[in-house]
């Protein structure tokens, strides 16, 4: 079953269309997938988002959410979809009870009904349930945020950037939550800009100026990378760096954490070891499994 | 690496501490940081880097405790701190209805740099963006990638003693942003001082030290080998993940 399918939508701003948002975009999410779209800010997520909850018209093409026409049956998706918005979008001077009791009410039903799918975010915030949500830390107003977006039990979740500029531990957490949520059947569709997380995703949608650059699980983009990674440390990796920019056999070199990574034209790490020998640095040297982000990089690089 | 001198401290803070009436955010921490380092200052949300940050620009003053900035004292020559140091936040914080030219010589301007020095640089900061062709247009028009290595140029701009750049990559496309740490060795290299924070733990392994606070403390201090080798990680994400799963305060 396809829970959302996008046909070649086309979003331009500007008053000739003068800036493109999306170019051009298809691909559809099953049922109870857990779909990752990552790209940097400027990529077109936010764009992608409002068009499939019926917030924004798209210039071309068509779009269904549950099988409705986000056009036509704006008023039906409105009802069984859950957005959280990247900007923290709650009433600041409703208590966090008052905010969850007017999002179930305005979709006729009560937090009772649906306190079971909620249970485990919102527990952590209950204590603080007569605090005004405007004043709640970062974690907790993405608790009360996402237990809003959910107390009308959704078929399917739109998270707009959910974890940006939350630190690496909230980030494990909320991705957690997300697991679970996956877990009771709700169609799952959440963006990023952190590369790290497409690891936690069924499926993912890499996407860059709006284009998607690839659309695979994330181990399917990994195996497509096609080229030989090498990475190198040394003691000097500035100097490491402008050495492995200056080989012929390497085709790109970048830092990646401890390391330098080194993509190569061939097959060729004993190549490499002898180049950077002649240089007469000292150096650890050793093969590398690709991950999103040199997939990322490579893609950006070639489309 | 950046060449550091390591008997020229820029930064130190002696027991430097702030409190919210009786909630310190800051408690007590003690560090140095050398002349031309990169000094990566990590932590969770809510540990208290935006207010150790605020006290070391000169903008908030502390509850007790010592602290010197580019020499001057952060209780009595906050002014001159503020001179001293240069900084860039998360949020974009150019003007976008300016060029990029008018912007920096509003920067360039707002720190009494002269004009003929204004004028020489500008050239030569451009021609370093690649922004050359660009100079007379508005900021907005501009993709956000070059936006960002444009906010560090204006902040670098005046050649301050130090850097305070506050998740200068959140968002930012893998590519660029690591041509935006190439621009920051690149400063450190010029011996200007790099204190830095970041949500991306890869690029904690680019800081010739690395300081990770957990509620209000400074618990670790140390280049990011010898870090990994204390807490025995394979990388810096695991030793975040080993220090701030200890924190018992909330979230900001």
Request: charged letters at 25%; proline letters at 3%; glycine letters at 8%.
């Amino acid at each position: 079953m396809t829970a959302v399918k996008i046909n070649n939508v086309v979003k331009t701003y500007g008053k000739k269309k003068e800036i493109t948002a999306l170019s051009d975009i298809s691909f559809s999410v099953s049922k109870g997938e857990l779909f990752g779209i990552i790209g940097p800010d400027g990529a077109g997520k936010t764009s992608l988002f409002r068009i499939l909850t019926t917030l924004l018209l798209a210039d071309n093409g068509n779009v269904t959410v549950d099988g409705f026409d986000v056009v036509k049956d704006y008023k039906a998706i409105r009802q069984r979809v859950g957005y959280m918005p990247g900007r923290f979008s709650l009433y600041q001077d409703l208590s966090v009870k008052e905010n969850l009791n007017f999002f179930a009410t305005i979709f006729n039903t009560s937090v009772e009904e649906n306190y079971e799918l909620i249970k485990d975010i919102y527990s952590q915030i209950e204590p603080f349930k007569d605090r005004k949500a405007g004043k709640l830390s970062g974690g907790m107003k993405q608790k009360l945020a996402l237990s809003c977006a959910l107390i009308h039990r959704p078929s399917v979740l739109f998270l707009d950037e959910p974890t940006t500029g939350v630190d690496a531990v909230s980030r494990k957490e909320f991705w957690e939550m997300l697991k679970r949520l996956k877990e009771q059947g709700i169609t799952i569709l959440v963006s990023t800009p952190y590369m790290d997380e497409a690891s936690m995703c069924d499926r993912v949608a890499l996407i860059q100026a709006g284009k998607i650059l690839s659309i695979n699980t994330p181990q399917g983009i990994v195996e497509t990378f096609g080229k030989k990674l090498l990475a190198v440390k040394s003691t000097d990796m500035l100097r490491l760096l402008h050495d492995l920019k200056q080989c012929e056999e390497v085709q790109d070199a970048y830092p990646f954490g401890e390391y330098h990574h080194a993509v190569m034209r061939n097959d060729s790490k004993e190549i490499l070891r002898s180049y950077l020998e002649q240089r007469g640095q000292s150096f650890e040297l050793k093969e590398a499994e690709p991950n999103i982000e040199d997939c990322f990089m490579a893609l950006m690089k070639t489309s | 690496m950046a060449i550091v001198s390591m008997n020229e401290k820029v930064i130190v803070a002696e027991n430097l501490t702030k409190k919210f009436g009786d909630f310190t955010a800051v408690d007590h921490i003690s560090f140095g940081v050398h002349k031309g380092e990169i000094f990566g200052f990590l932590g969770a949300n809510g540990a208290g880097k935006t207010t150790a940050m605020r006290m070391l620009s000169g903008l908030s003053m502390p509850t007790s405790g010592n602290a010197m900035v580019a020499g001057f004292d952060v209780y009595r020559e906050n002014e001159k701190i503020k001179r001293n140091i240069g900084y860039m936040s998360q949020k974009f914080s150019l003007y976008e209805d300016l060029t990029v030219r008018e912007n920096i010589r509003f920067y360039a301007g707002i720190y009494g740099m002269s004009s003929h020095f204004i004028k020489e640089k500008m050239g030569q900061v451009l021609g370093e963006l690649h922004l050359t062709a660009e100079g007379d247009k508005l900021v907005k028009s501009l993709p956000l990638g070059w936006k960002q290595k444009l906010a560090f140029s204006v902040a670098i701009f005046h050649e301050p003693r130090i850097v305070f750049l506050d998740e200068p990559t959140g968002g930012v496309d893998p590519v660029t942003r690591r041509e935006f740490w190439h621009m920051i060795y690149e400063a450190a290299a010029s011996g200007i001082t790099v204190f830095v924070t970041t949500h991306y733990m890869d690029e904690a392994e680019y800081c010739d030290r690395v300081s990770i606070m957990v509620d209000g403390r400074i618990d670790a201090l140390d280049t990011p080998q010898q870090l990994k080798k204390t807490y025995a990680a394979e990388s810096m994400d695991e030793v975040f993940l080993k220090l701030a799963r200890k924190a018992t305060r909330a979230a900001d």
